[in-house]
């Protein structure tokens, strides 16, 4: 049995909390607001201050694991109040691609090479020594899901929160990608639902802290960015609907995929254009599809689905069951 203290009450704490309720592991989550919802739910909150160290602190004594899913300063502070409280390892708010896959003066950084650089400060301390896990899971199945990563409450200031801000629109039927890489390489992704990240954690647990890597690499899919569409597009052609006439937006053919397809060397002019024009949900979204196309996502070798009983939901069923019937009108 582990203490554990889950940082954020958003989409991601929350969903850790779930899947720990059904452990024999105290946890907390930590919050900077009261939240009646999860006390209700009978859930411990304790209310903290992310500026005080010694606020920090003294709630982190007894804490054997954080998960964090704050950043930014908050979670440096975090890092630095774990460490002093004796706890054992740190999970950075790390999800999706693996940070070894990032460039140098990443646009989509949001502060996380500090929080590495930072882990890593304290994984060699010779005093307050503080181990460190990043759980690398790909893209979440949920950018796709209805209202997007939004509905789930997460990534709220990512600025590709919403539905269809990535690669595709289910609903309206569009999608914006790049299939291949600036030599020629087809272009993949992984992918996991935050469900079984939840999972995956879970059964983490059962390995030891003390087993932990400094990263475990999992996914439920791992496919080229061309099948995710051709996936997409069966699926939103499994059930036809009439459309509101009155409604513009909904008069499409449902069974047909309009897609613009960005050549890896056109993509500095898309995000220049974009940037000129001070549009910036299209210069998050081609942002990302850089990121894409340099395979950012994608990797091979998934660790923990090797050491773990864990069987993730496919990315055809979990897609299959949110979008495979009639949106509502």
């Not at 989409?11 to 930590?30: C, E, K, S, W, Y």
């Not at 002093?84 to 996380?112: W, Y």
């Not at 994984?123 to 790909?138: A, D, K, L, V």
């Amino acid at each position: 049995m582990m203490r554990i203290a889950i940082a954020g009450s958003g989409g991601l704490g929350r969903m850790f909390a779930q899947h720990l309720n059904d452990t024999v592991h105290p946890f907390i989550i930590l919050s900077r607001r009261d939240q009646p919802a999860l006390t209700a739910q009978g859930y411990q909150v304790a209310i903290v201050d992310y500026d005080s160290q010694d606020d920090l602190r003294y709630t982190l004594r007894g804490i054997d694991l954080v998960i964090s899913t704050v950043s930014g300063v908050p979670q440096i502070n975090l890092i630095d109040a774990a460490a002093h409280s004796g706890v054992q390892r740190f999970i950075p708010a790390e999800f999706e691609g693996p940070p070894a896959r990032r460039t140098a003066n990443d646009p989509l950084d949001r502060g996380k090479r500090a929080t590495i650089d930072r882990l890593r400060h304290w994984s060699h301390h010779h005093r307050h020594q503080m181990r460190f896990t990043i759980f690398s899971c790909g893209i979440f199945y949920e950018r796709f899901a209805r209202g997007g990563l939004a509905a789930s409450d997460i990534g709220t200031l990512t600025g590709i929160q919403n539905e269809g801000a990535y690669l595709m629109n289910m609903r309206l039927g569009t999608a914006e990608v790049v299939e291949r890489t600036t030599s020629g390489q087809t272009i993949y992704i992984c992918l996991t639902s935050i469900h079984d990240l939840g999972r995956f954690f879970i059964a983490s647990l059962g390995l030891g802290l003390q087993n932990w890597p400094a990263e475990f690499r999992m996914y439920g899919e791992r496919m080229s960015v061309t099948q995710l569409l051709q996936w997409a597009a069966a699926v939103r052609g499994s059930k036809t609907y009439d459309p509101d006439p009155t409604d513009v937006k909904l008069t499409y053919i449902v069974e047909m995929f309009s897609t613009d397809v960005i050549e890896p060397q056109d993509l500095a002019a898309h995000l220049q254009h974009a940037t000129y024009y001070h549009d910036y949900p299209k210069m998050a979204r081609i942002q990302e599809l850089i990121a894409t196309e340099q395979r950012r996502y994608d990797f091979a070798a998934p660790n923990l689905n090797t050491l773990v009983a864990v069987q993730p939901v496919s990315f055809w069923d979990w897609l299959s069951a949110e979008w495979g019937v009639a949106p509502a009108q």
